[in-house]
């Protein structure tokens, strides 16, 4: 609540690098883990924020990569949902090598426009690309928390069915009747039996599933560049008011 108190009063709180511990380690996906971590001092923040991750060896070397929060505000726990990229040199570590009551620093909440509180209300128009859906998840879970009933969707692209990050989650949410939908796209060998989309999102997509502009639903998308862009565009195309559409790029290519 403090993070949401000073971001209210327009003074975001002050960033210092906390030592945060490994309380436990959760297998999303084949390459893809949510830490839970205990971080003494934590200012609180906001859904959609992020916060730096800074590792440090024995040699004094060290590496920082940004992190969404996976975690609502009102978890008791700071969240972060990591995917192993092969060739990287954190996300490694922190996606499968991690072990609890293991320690790294953290700084953060940080971000003051890729981020939605219930308050602000709604629809909500989410686009996620493979671990860009970690920010929205957030929101999601904030949502849930909050008992906002403000109408959902969240429109997001995997690889697999077994990439699909939270999936279990998300069909419980959407079970829970209180207007979010989730609409999934593979684009990498989907099952025979598969009725869903099957290609990556694109403004067909968008159109035929999302809120029309007159709804002015808040749009958050998130995921590699390429999809941020392709879908923030057909956003704006469709005649979404660009003010309305926020973005988050994770990295060049995949994600
Ligand atoms: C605001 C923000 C929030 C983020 N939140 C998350 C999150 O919640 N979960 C998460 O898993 N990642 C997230 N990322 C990405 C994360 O910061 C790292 O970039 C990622 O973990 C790769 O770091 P690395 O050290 O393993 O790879 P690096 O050693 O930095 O890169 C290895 C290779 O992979 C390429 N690469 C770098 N990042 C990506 C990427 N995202 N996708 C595909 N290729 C990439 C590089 O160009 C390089 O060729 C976020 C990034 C930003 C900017």
Do not use: N
């Not at 978890?75 to 991690?98: F, K």
């Amino acid at each position: 609540m403090r993070a949401i108190e000073a971001a209210a009063a327009g003074a975001p709180p002050r960033l210092v690098w906390r030592t945060a511990e490994v309380l436990s380690v959760t297998e999303e996906t084949r390459r893809v883990r949510t830490l839970a971590l205990d971080v003494p001092g934590w200012p609180g923040h906001l859904a959609g924020q992020h916060l730096d991750v800074r590792l440090t060896a024995a040699d004094g070397y060290t590496a920082q990569r940004s992190y969404s929060i996976a975690s609502a505000p009102e978890a008791p726990h700071v969240e972060l949902t990591v995917q192993q990229l092969e060739e990287g040199e954190v996300s490694p570590y922190l996606a499968h090598d991690v072990r609890p009551g293991d320690r790294f620093e953290v700084r953060g909440p940080i971000g003051g426009h890729f981020v939605w509180a219930a308050s602000q209300g709604g629809p909500l128009f989410l686009i996620a690309g493979g671990s860009g859906v970690v920010p929205l998840m957030a929101m999601l879970r904030h949502r849930a928390a909050a008992g906002s009933t403000v109408p959902a969707l969240l429109l997001h692209s995997s690889r697999t069915i077994a990439d699909i990050i939270f999936r279990d989650e998300l069909d419980a949410l959407v079970a829970a009747g209180d207007g979010l939908r989730v609409i999934h796209t593979l684009t990498d060998a989907p099952p025979a039996d598969w009725t869903g989309y099957r290609r990556r999102i694109d403004r067909a997509m968008i159109e035929e599933v999302g809120f029309p502009p007159a709804a002015t639903p808040r749009c958050y998308i998130c995921g590699p560049s390429g999809l941020v862009e392709t879908a923030a565009r057909a956003l704006v195309e469709l005649g979404h008011a660009p003010a309305l559409v926020k973005t988050e790029r994770f990295g060049p290519t995949g994600g």
